[in-house]
Nanobody, 124 residues
Framework: QVRLVESGGGLVQAGDSLRLSCAAS????????MGWFRQAPGKEREFVAA????????AYVDSVKGRFTISRDDAKNTVDLQMNSLKPEDTAVYYC?????????????????WGQGTQVTVSS
């Protein structure tokens, strides 16, 4: 059974940085592609970033390109999301997600396991 646990959320001011981390247990981490999604109040959960198996490819939603960086450490079974130049519109619960088939996708329905989420709040 795969389990994902996020950490690193918090309350920051606009322009600040945060680093989210997701620790995976169970399974063979290096076989999976990983993603980060977020859900703001009253909105649907949206794709933020994804990283392929081996970390050779990454993808981002346009609104975070140039500000966020996704990375993975297969030795530690972790995937991180470095968030710089945060904006109030980045406020959301951020979720780590795992794709068992390693397909490197951006759609929510193609991920098999999810963490419990970590709150990120950016004040103006």
């Amino acid at each position: 059974q795969v389990r994902l646990v996020e950490s690193g959320g918090g309350l920051v001011q606009a322009g600040d940085s945060l680093r989210l981390s997701c620790a995976a247990s169970g399974g063979t981490f290096s076989r999976y592609s990983m993603g980060w999604f977020r859900q703001a109040p009253g909105k649907e959960r949206e794709f933020v970033a994804a990283v392929s198996r081996g970390g050779t490819s990454t993808a981002y939603v346009d609104s975070v390109k140039g500000r966020f960086t996704i990375s993975r450490d297969d030795a530690k079974n972790t995937v991180d999301l470095q968030m710089n130049s945060l904006k109030p519109e980045d406020t959301a619960v951020y979720y780590c997600a795992l794709d068992l088939l390693g397909r490197f996708r951006t759609r929510r329905g193609e991920y098999d396991y999810w963490g419990q989420g970590t709150q990120v709040t950016v004040s103006s």
